[in-house]
């Protein structure tokens, strides 16, 4: 057993707590990870503040991270000791039918226990004071060692820098595989992108690098904008700025609407407005954002039957053990920007810290 430092979630709604906590060896199939660094997300967030119908607590959050093997239990050939890792929140087992039909990513190998917070043999490998805490989408990065199932692992290039690749876990990852497996978009085509956060961002880059000729970010936040070109956006829009819906605005200013859409919010008005910019006949809505528990999407069935497409994307579609380390590889090449996504860089006892930077938008 290995003691550590975890920031334990005790709660619904409070700051996570720094704690001293028990990590238990791997068990057949599982693999002991110690992080070397992990990035926040807004899903940690969402589950944080109770309105995740799934959240157990206590918990350990964190489903971004990047580390190396320190042990692992008998029958896991894929890893060793010492390998460079990124743990993932979408496993692959590779037998599963969802695994082995080229339309999804979605494994569903341990989905159940995984959403209830245990590792596959529905037990925990972390205490802490005595109590069980559970895991956070089979993940888990906020402690400095975590168990993972043998499947939710992708072993990467040794000499990417952890504190960087990290972010491919999720965020970057979600945002750019939407443009590139679920939209697939196309040389010369119109986007928009309704939020300018990692996500979206992210979004921008893959829009750019399929060759969008315009590419238009929507944020509140004007302070988004400057970022949003450095990554690729010709223009950004507040929504605030005009009298009519912003999805009105957008068909006005692309003779008819974009291409292409994706809504990196989690907000169903939002997905609807991204839904309505998009051109008749042909445009594609991409919903990536993760809304609230009991919400519904709504519109009018028309503007499905005049021939636009609503879709939705998961970890951006990418089949995660053999994409993950094809991705690191594309970023170690310059193919994708990484560095450019990490604004602050803290020490572990400053997470709380980090999650209201990510609250106020900076």
Not at 156 to 168: E, N, R, S
Not at 303 to 327: C, E, H, I, M, Y
Request: proline share 5%; glycine share 12%.
């Amino acid at each position: 057993v290995i003691k550590c430092k975890a920031a334990v979630a005790w709660e619904a709604g409070k700051p996570l707590s720094f704690e001293e906590v028990e990590v238990a060896p791997p068990k057949a199939h599982e693999v002991r990870i110690k992080i070397v660094a992990t990035a926040v997300c807004h899903t940690d967030a969402y589950t944080l503040s109770g309105a995740d119908p799934e959240g157990c607590f206590p918990v350990i959050l964190g489903h971004e991270g990047a580390g190396i093997v320190e042990s692992v239990g008998e029958g896991v050939t894929k890893v060793k000791p010492g390998d460079p890792v990124i743990p993932l929140y979408i496993p692959q087992c590779g037998e599963c039918k969802f695994c082995k039909n080229p339309k999804t990513n979605l494994c569903q190998k341990i989905r159940i226990t995984q959403g209830k917070g245990l590792m596959p043999d529905g037990t925990s490998r972390f205490t802490c004071k005595g109590k069980q805490i559970y895991h956070f989408m089979g993940t888990s990065t906020f402690s400095e060692y975590t168990v993972v199932a043998d499947i939710s692992v992708a072993k990467i290039d040794p000499a990417a820098p952890l504190d960087k690749v990290c972010l491919l876990g999720c965020g970057i990852s979600t945002g750019y595989g939407a443009a590139v497996n679920t939209a697939k978009v196309e040389p010369g085509s119109t986007c928009a992108v309704f939020g300018l956060g990692g996500v979206g961002l992210a979004v921008i880059m893959g829009c750019k690098i399929a060759g969008a000729s315009r590419i238009i970010g929507i944020d509140i936040n004007k302070e988004k904008y400057a970022k949003a070109k450095e990554f690729g956006a010709t223009e950004c829009i507040s929504p605030q700025d005009f009298k009519k819906p912003i999805q009105e605005v957008l068909v006005e200013m692309t003779d008819g609407g974009v291409d292409y859409s994706f809504e990196c919010i989690g907000n169903v008005g939002v997905m609807r407005a991204a839904l309505e910019a998009c051109h008749k006949g042909w445009g594609v809505s991409v919903i990536v954002g993760v809304a609230a528990a009991g919400q519904e999407i709504s519109t009018r069935p028309f503007q499905l039957v005049t021939g636009r497409t609503w879709k939705g994307t998961a970890f951006g579609g990418w089949k995660s053990v053999d994409n993950v380390p094809k991705l690191v590889t594309d970023y170690m090449s310059k193919k994708i920007k990484v560095d450019e996504f990490v604004t602050h860089t803290l020490p572990f006892d400053k997470i709380n810290e980090a999650f209201e930077l990510m609250h106020t938008g900076k």
